[in-house]
């Protein structure tokens, strides 16, 4: 059986379901529960961080190690290139998704009170019913505190999403009338930046600034479907 441990709405989390998908792996999931993270999560993954995948006997945790597994126990459809300047570029791409895209979609998710509201009962839809406002409460504050010491916690939102909109400018641009972003068919460059341009336009601001950006908006509708469980792959 194969198992991954998740949040639900963790972009990270996210990019490992779609290549699971992708690869036609058959897995359950199983939420934990925010409180569980620092506490009894810990004796599955030391870090307390999620994702982790449990795999014949093995557990695997962070996602690009989880990747990496998969793309060796599951090789086909391959999702990183074998060409040496594709599968450079696609290594690229997957560390700035994760690295510095990853910054602005928790700013936006959980550092605007407007997008809070939305997004903090998912996340603490697995804590006991009595906990959630309490483990609500802390999170943002503790990610403010993480954003603080990153740097996008220190810049004005305006700055925050005139970054935001040169990064998808970025994509936008590298895109042109490619289908994908490495190479002829779907990479781990493409499920990775897609998991966090997700999560991004799961606010009312990322929403806005992906609209006004088709051609980012037609390659998400692509790997999505491409992604999606159950997808037929090409």
Known sequence: MTLLYQFEISPFCDKVRRVLHYKGVDYETKEVPILDAPLAYRRVNPTGKVPTLEHDGRRIGDSTEIVRYLEQRFPEPPLVPHDPAERALCHLLEDWADESLYFYEVRLRFGEPHNVKRWVPQLVKADLPLLRPIVGFAVPRAL?????????????????????ERHIAAIGGWLGDREWLVGARPSLADIAV??????????????RLVRAAPVVGAWMTRVDQATARGAQVR
């Open 144 to 164: 403010a505190m993480t954003m603080r010491s990153q740097g996008i916690g220190r810049k004005s939102r305006a700055l925050v999403l005139e970054e935001l």
């Open 194 to 207: 897609f998991a966090q341009m997700y999560a991004i336009a799961g606010t009312e601001e990322g929403e």
